[in-house]
């Protein structure tokens, strides 16, 4: 039988015998990624399909309403790794809030230039602080 290159790793391979057609080789990443690319495609393609799998996880909740109590309970370290890891994520996010909010930003982190007559102006915090020349393209 000939080699065939994998679809993913694109490294030569020997197709199954039972499976002549095979494009992707036996390694648990290129498999995985298989699965993977199946599934998203079957989600798309396929409602019945997709609703059972909407429907999956929330039967299984149902089922096991103290499952995550019982977990929290058994492992004390990972709620205290998930507390500092949420706590990080908090403060990420209100730095980009605090970014993103242009009239915190521009009183904080003004920008003091000279323009051509010699006057002091404050350049907006989304403004790079120097004169780009207007022969730039910019």
Not at 21 to 44: F, L, T
Request: aromatic residues 10%; glycine residues 2%; charged residues 25%.
């Amino acid at each position: 039988m000939r080699d065939r290159s994998c679809r993913y790793w694109q490294q030569a391979f020997q197709p199954s015998p039972y499976h002549p057609q095979q494009q992707v080789c036996n390694q648990p990443a290129c498999q995985s990624q298989r699965r993977s690319d199946y599934h998203r495609q079957k989600i798309a393609s396929d409602p019945v399909y997709q609703q059972v799998c909407l429907e999956s996880p929330r039967k299984w909740r149902r089922a096991n309403p103290d499952y995550w109590k019982k977990y929290r309970q058994a492992h004390p370290e990972q709620v205290e790794r998930n507390c500092r890891k949420q706590r990080c994520r908090d403060q990420k996010r209100r730095l980009v809030n605090l970014a993103n909010n242009n009239l915190a930003t521009c009183k904080a982190l003004s920008f003091q230039s000279l323009d051509s007559s010699g006057v002091a102006s404050f350049a907006s915090c989304k403004q790079h602080p120097f004169e780009i020349a207007p022969s730039a393209g910019l």
